[in-house]
């Protein structure tokens, strides 16, 4: 199995700042890409950020400039995490919604390709 865990989420006063983590662990040979989407409240799970393996990056248009995704990718060692951050600077209240890891997986005991998302983290911008 594979386990996607976000932390990091919380409530911040506009202009803040918070960090997200995401760690993937589990049956992993390998993973492509790495992201971050949000969700608010009655609308669609849009993409904010992501990060491929080679650290090649996008973002949304409303997120350039404020928003940086960055990434570990495992060392060959037991237990070994794959983690992606998203640091968030200059936040708004538009930005209020829950945040979703997504991780693109080789998986290990198949070779297949699989899509996983974490639970999500509560981001809160208000005065």
């Known amino acids: 199995q594979v386990q996607v865990v976000e932390s990091g989420g919380g409530l911040v006063q506009p202009g803040g700042s918070l960090r997200l983590s995401c760690a993937a662990s589990?049956?992993?040979?390998?993973?492509?890409?790495m992201g971050w989407y949000r969700q608010a409240p009655g609308k669609e799970r849009d993409l904010v950020a992501t990060?491929?393996?080679?650290?090649?990056?996008?973002?949304?248009?409303?997120?350039k400039g404020r928003f940086t995704i960055s990434r570990d990718n495992a060392k060959n060692t037991d237990n070994a995490k794959n983690t992606v951050y998203l640091q968030m600077n200059s936040l708004k209240p538009e930005d209020t919604a829950v945040y979703y890891c997504?991780?693109?997986?080789?998986?290990?005991?198949?070779?297949?390709?699989?899509?996983?998302w974490g639970q999500g983290t509560q981001v809160t911008v208000s005065s």
């Open positions: 990060i491929t393996s080679g650290g090649r990056t996008t973002y949304a248009d409303s997120d």
């Open positions: 589990g049956d992993i040979f390998s993973i492509n890409t």
């Open positions: 997504n991780a693109d997986v080789v998986v290990l005991s198949t070779g297949l390709h699989r899509n996983y």
